[in-house]
């Protein structure tokens, strides 16, 4: 019996063998062949949650393929940037990611990769100006009298957060150290726990983008005090600047990375398809539902950017963590 | 309210919507069946296609999928003790080993029959007490799910029976396997030894599929058990008294899924736990539990699927999904037009209805559907087993490769077949090992969070602001205690 | 004094090494968990990422120390059923198939590892009807690995020749 059962491993080995030696020569075949996998690594029912599921129920007309969502939260981003990193270098695998995890995290931890060289942008889908906001039964009115509380209480008021040096810890940080107060921060699985927590009081004050915020302010259950960016968002709510938080505060970019080795033609297949989406008007519509704009640049365009932001962070980190 | 909910039935019966759930009910159970092959996945795919059907097609079509998911992913478990969910951990304690007696049909009607009375009734409850829900899962934080969670715990150890001691040393081995790769909180490597692969942590399919069902298939190989001589006796079906004697514990087991699913967080494989230890405690003859106890069976899966009804009250009344289901169904909603919320259920509020009243309809139809392929898969096992073996480790393989696209998952599932025959021989349950690995981790992060409220001062900030999360905490010494007198009286008998 | 039956049995051998690799966790604790960071001075994470480890590591090797203890005098010694020195063969025999299939799944792809793999399984168990291990180890595979990657769109690794072999087969 063994020696049979070794005769049958080793013709099989051979076969197998044989087989291995046919298959060295790389197949090009029409790009998509199969669903394209995105990973977003953060948690369910954030705002990139929805923006995506908008993108990958628009985009599957452009390229003939399916696009999946992969949600991977963990280690504050990470865990969904390794799979990517991990992954194939052939298209199949995206990463939906934002500006602060893609360049902000390598200053303040050791990664397993590097993102400047490890990526490469395909397409940056939006950008969305943070706010900050309270609980509509909350007595702040206005920033300053936040502002105004929290120095009278240092570490009093609590601050939810989606998770270390993300979208919605790095302003508050900015807004920490600019204006001198101390808040408590507290973490939570991402966006959407974090208002669920200003919701039921937890928190005193969190901040979120125009999409989560969008059925809290309708319904009138929140109150913005602030917002990001060059103009007013909302006639009566004063900018970050205006209250004294200056410089690039805020602002969360989506974008769609890629490993850096996947081929030119992929890339560029992909971002036409991306760059499509803008004239659909489907796409645009959903988004406004949403409450987001639609603002698509390429990927060397925003390649362009990501070095100023790596820059940039760079120095904020050091003056953040300085003491 | 009233009104919004008599329009809301006339919307839901449609031909297109009970076919597209009927569809999604069946297409969900298999794709359920196969371990490493998630639902989730399933349902992330068909999204697309739901937005081009109506909404009130489409999102019980997803939910269709969802719930026949649930009751698929117990097949393996049942049928090869091959969980493919934390949940389906509960039920194929006693499932397995029905399936060794012959009884595998018995054991795959009690878990449908079950989860469809737990399923519906906690839906029905859902829907009439949508707001006061509402209101209760605002209450709950951090601090009581930490609470929750450590009670959790205690009742599976103290309630496993035989060795409290062994239970206990395998769930803290079980909580340190979910410390290895990075801290919830920070991010900084734990244990990893410096192994890229050990990053991310362990993952817990091939986990599961490790301790539970590679074992099961070992020892059937070492013993060379060729002539399996259950081979053929697929048994009989679950005859109504045997239903009649298991109702007591539905019930109580939907009532504990339907609370634990009203705190965010705990999930299914809490609940089906729980509902376990309450059905073993409350019997008169817990020895039976875990030899093959249909009851057992029937308190795991009523539970687990109580769980889905107040699992959606938080995305409908706040447009805040709780765990990635939802946050599928949240991108159906949104991209439908339906903008989950405070206001939805003044804009929209009859095709929420609708979509409510169709879940319940899916499980009338699903009792039908399950009921019909039961006997396939219940055959399936009487195959020969030098058949039955290699398809069962292909499928395995496939699975936990599927799971993470990662093939150093495949070779933790060997690691973990091995450790768990290892364990096997020494006799130490590996269930509380892999109970203390699901719940580890978000033990942990809750406590952290706690912490972080509480801003340096943990005893101010419980007895000042968190009395309920405090009161529990302060009983579950207690309560270990008592169960486990218990548990040793009346094992003692 | 220590009964050398109770020394030699599985429940033994298993707390002690629990034991050991709790304590030598406890004790190079520091160079298997990395430090926190800082921002503003303060610590970013509300408990140190070795607190928990801690507690659970303490009690791991307090309770592997009572059920040693309780052992050694006679308590709680039961261990699972015994083996024959047959079964042993065939489990490892068992899991050396197992770790290959594992190892070779990525490089050889899923059809030629997975038909190796079930083949020989199925002959350990005693099989011998050659045509249906041939049907069993051939097409199990081939029709798993279509339904996943056409219906269920998941992906399985395959080599390139044989991914083109089943396009062209299906003539898509």
Known sequence: ?323 | MIEQFIEGFGLALRVDTFVMMGLGLFGGMLVGALPGFTTLMAMAILLPISFFLDPIVGIPFLLGIYKGGIFGGSIPAILVSMPGTGAAVATSIDGYKLTQKGKSRKALDMALFSSVLGDMSSDIFTMMMIFPIAYLVMQFGPPELFAVLLMSLVIIAATSGSNPMRALIMMLLGIWLSFIGTDPLGGVERFTFGLFELKSGIPLLPMLIGVFAIPEVASVVMRNEKARHLAGLMGERLTWAEFKKTLRTICRSTVIGTGIGTIPGLGQVVAAMMGYSAAKNASDHPETFGEGELEGVAAAEAANNAVNGPTMVPLLTLGIPGDNVTAILLGAFVAQGLRPGPQLFDEQGATVFAILIAMVFANLMFLAIGYLSIPFFSRLVTIKVSVLIPLVIMFAFAGAYVFRSDSVDLLMLVGFGIFGIVARAAKFDVMPMVMGFILGEPMEYAFGQTVAMANGDLAGFFLGDRQGALAVLLVIPAIGFLLWRRMRKTIAH | MINREVKKSPAFMFAVTVLVLACLALVFMGSLVAAPKLLFGRSLTAISPDSFPFVILTLMALLCVLQVGMQVRGFQIESGPALGKDGWYRGTYFFAILTGYALMMVPFGFQISSTIATALLSVQMGNRNWAQIAVLSICGPSLLYLGATRLLAVSLPELNVIELAYGSLLGG
């Open chain 1, 1 to 323: 019996m063994l020696r049979k059962t070794i005769k049958m491993t080793s013709s099989v080995m051979v076969a197998a063998g044989m087989a291995l030696g046919l298959s060295s020569g790389i197949a090009h075949a029409e790009f998509p062949e199969k669903p394209i996998t995105m990973v977003i690594p953060l948690g369910a029912g954030g705002s990139h949650d929805l923006n995506a599921r908008v993108v990958t129920s628009i985009i599957p007309s452009y390229i003939n393929q399916a696009m999946i969502v992969r949600l991977t939260p963990g280690a504050g981003g990470q865990k969904g940037t390794q799979e990517v990193a991990n992954s194939a270098a052939d298209g199949y695998t995206l990463l939906f990611t934002h500006n602060y995890i893609d360049m902000l995290q390598q200053h303040v931890e050791t990664l397993p990769y590097d993102p400047g060289a490890d990526f490469k942008p395909v397409a940056r889908i939006n950008y969305a100006p943070i706010a900050v906001v309270v609980n509509a039964d909350s007595p702040y009115q206005t920033f300053e009298e936040l502002i105004a509380a929290s120095k009278e209480k240092p570490g009093g008021i609590q601050m939810a957060h989606s998770g270390n040096w993300g979208a919605l810890f790095v302003p508050a940080a900015q807004v920490m150290k600019a204006l001198d107060v101390s808040w408590n921060l507290v973490p939570y699985q991402g966006g959407g726990p974090a208002m669920q927590a200003l919701l039921s009081g937890d928190a005193d004050v969190t901040m979120g983008f125009p999409s989560a915020l969008a059925p809290q302010l309708a319904a009138g259950k929140v109150r913005v005090l602030a917002t990001a960016g060059a103009e007013r968002i909302y006639e009566d709510v004063p900018t970050l600047a205006e209250v004294g938080v200056e410089g690039d505060v805020g602002f969360m970019h989506r974008v769609v990375l890629t490993p850096a080795d996947t081929p030119d033609e992929v890339v560029e297949q992909l971002t036409g398809a991306f760059k499509a989406l803008a004239e659909d008007k489907t796409f645009v519509r959903m988004m406004g539902r949403l409450g987001e704009n639609v603002d698509i640049l390429d990927g060397p365009t925003y390649e362009a950017m990501r070095k100023e932001q790596s820059v940039a962070y760079k120095d904020l980190v050091e003056k953040l963590t300085s003491q």
